[in-house]
């Protein structure tokens, strides 16, 4: 008998390297008997055939796996702005301590939240030895669009950091492609006008990209098209196994959270989400971002054209409330949920509808604050001064008031959140109203801020028991001459 040997492989640089087709040729020549040479040629030819397709497949992805390309949502994103929507009710006690916007938002989404106005993501893409351009990002939107989705609104305000590249997507308009972006806004000026974004082999290529939804909430794909190696390629790029999602922003006024940093403060009010669109615009140095600028940019849209500059808002609303009380979700046992509610409820009155003046609220008011504050007046006005009397214009020409924002949150040094489950809690109610008439007069007045005191009933419920005006953090007293 020959000597066995034992036949061993191993792939270096695409090349099969062994005595694979040697061993399967002696075993040819010195098998015995028909049935047997036959099965060894049968090997043979699959020794072969195994070979050759290894050899092809690794000469196609010689130099690695290929280009690898991903997309997530991003907590961390460059813009540290972020608004989700929570399809329930949620309170200011249940949110992470304010340490950062990432840290809401993250919270937000593992308790089933969608992005607001702006989805913010991080694209990572490498291309792994290979010569990768990539042409163009586009959004591919999945299903017909809905409406802005219900839920309490999330919203932290902070300081973004600019450490990728920047693109916009707007998936309102007709073709939602790649556009420059800046460290906050989005611009108007298509990313990939006269470049292109090249991979490298190893290091990845980090783009922040902030989705923008306004009117309407989609389901979407990101599509990235491109070259590899000179051939055409296209990647769709998903949320694992399902689309990305985004909610628009609403244009009915509600309830939300937010924090500019110091704590979380309920509010109340509408546009939470929606971003400044720049033309041109600006890096954190306060340089233009060279071709941001655009001829003209769509109109109807808030956009600013220099560092710092607030999105183009009427001061006062035009549309005449459909109620005299609009709708609102409060939680009774939530503190600054039933002091938010009563600065909307206070503030809204309409002459056209037989309100004779901030009194003729009480009925409305009077399931947030104690059997004694009602029988006592009812307190102050969140959208005057003076709780007894409206401007003389307003009576006379049967218009009505619209509480544009309010919000509520404890009074400075008391951060702590076990605060406002307390028997007794003081907080600090500020309003932005406006007074409307159907001829086109319009007013706004000052805002006030007032201090209310809430107390805890055995049921759980908080009602306000005292109000009191305060300009600084200080108590005023109430001047009954006043007019506001």
Request: some cysteine; aromatic content about 6%; hydrophobic content about 35%.
């Amino acid at each position: 008998m020959g000597e066995q040997r034992d036949t061993h492989n191993r792939i270096s640089n695409s090349t099969i390297h062994g005595n694979v087709v040697m061993g399967g040729i002696v075993s040819l020549i010195t098998g015995r008997g028909p049935r047997l040479r036959l099965l060894v040629a049968v090997a043979c030819v699959l020794a072969l055939m195994g070979a050759g397709t290894t050899y092809w497949a690794l000469k196609a992805t010689e130099g690695g796996t290929g280009p690898v390309l991903s997309a997530r949502y991003d907590p961390e994103h460059g813009d540290a702005d972020s608004t989700a929507v929570v399809p329930r009710t949620v309170k200011p006690t249940e949110l992470p301590a304010v340490t950062g916007c990432g840290d809401a938002r993250t919270w937000s989404h593992q308790h089933g939240a969608t992005d607001v106005g702006a989805s913010p993501l991080s694209l990572s893409m490498v291309g792994n030895g290979h010569t990768v351009a990539i042409e163009q990002v586009r959004a591919t939107i999945v299903g017909e669009p809905h409406d802005p989705l219900p839920g309490t609104i999330v919203n932290c305000t902070g300081q973004g950091e600019g450490k990728k590249v920047d693109m916009g997507l707007d998936l309102d308009a007709a073709q939602p492609v790649a556009l420059i972006g800046a460290t906050g806004p989005v611009s108007f000026a298509p990313y990939f006008t006269d470049k292109y974004l090249y991979l490298e082999n190893q290091k990845p290529e980090l783009v922040s990209l902030t989705v923008l939804a306004t009117r309407h909430s989609y389901d979407y794909v990101l599509t990235v098209e491109g070259t590899v190696d000179g051939k055409r390629r296209t990647w769709t790029l998903k949320d694992g196994d399902r689309p990305f999602r985004v909610s628009g922003v609403r244009t009915e006024r509600g309830t939300e959270i937010a924090t500019h940093g110091r704590g979380w403060e309920t509010g109340y009010g509408k546009g939470a989400g929606e971003r400044i669109r720049c033309n041109p615009c600006y890096d954190q140095d306060e340089q233009v971002i060279p071709g941001t600028a655009v001829a003209t940019a769509p109109a109807g849209l808030s956009f600013a054209s220099a560092p710092g500059a607030d999105p183009v808002q009427p001061l006062v609303p035009k549309e005449h409330p459909a109620a005299q009380t609009p709708p609102l979700t409060v939680d009774e046992q939530d503190a600054e949920s039933v002091a938010v509610a009563w600065a909307v409820t206070s503030g809204s009155f309409d002459a056209s509808r037989g309100d004779t003046g901030p009194a003729s609220v009480l009925r409305r008011v009077r399931p947030y604050l104690t059997p004694e504050l009602a029988a006592a007046g009812g307190g102050l006005n969140a959208c005057s001064a003076d709780g007894t009397v409206w401007p003389a214009d307003l009576a006379a020409r049967r218009g009505w008031s619209v509480v544009m924002w309010a919000s509520a949150m404890p009074l400075e040094g008391h951060a702590d959140p076990g605060y406002l489950t307390g028997d007794v809690v003081e907080l600090e109610v500020s309003a932005s109203c406006a007074y409307v008439a159907a001829d086109g007069w319009s007013r706004t007045p000052d805002g006030i801020s007032v201090r209310t005191r809430l107390e805890r009933r055995p049921d759980g419920r908080y009602l306000i028991s005292a109000t009191e005006l305060v300009r600084y953090g200080v108590p005023l007293p109430v001047d009954p001459t006043a007019q506001p």
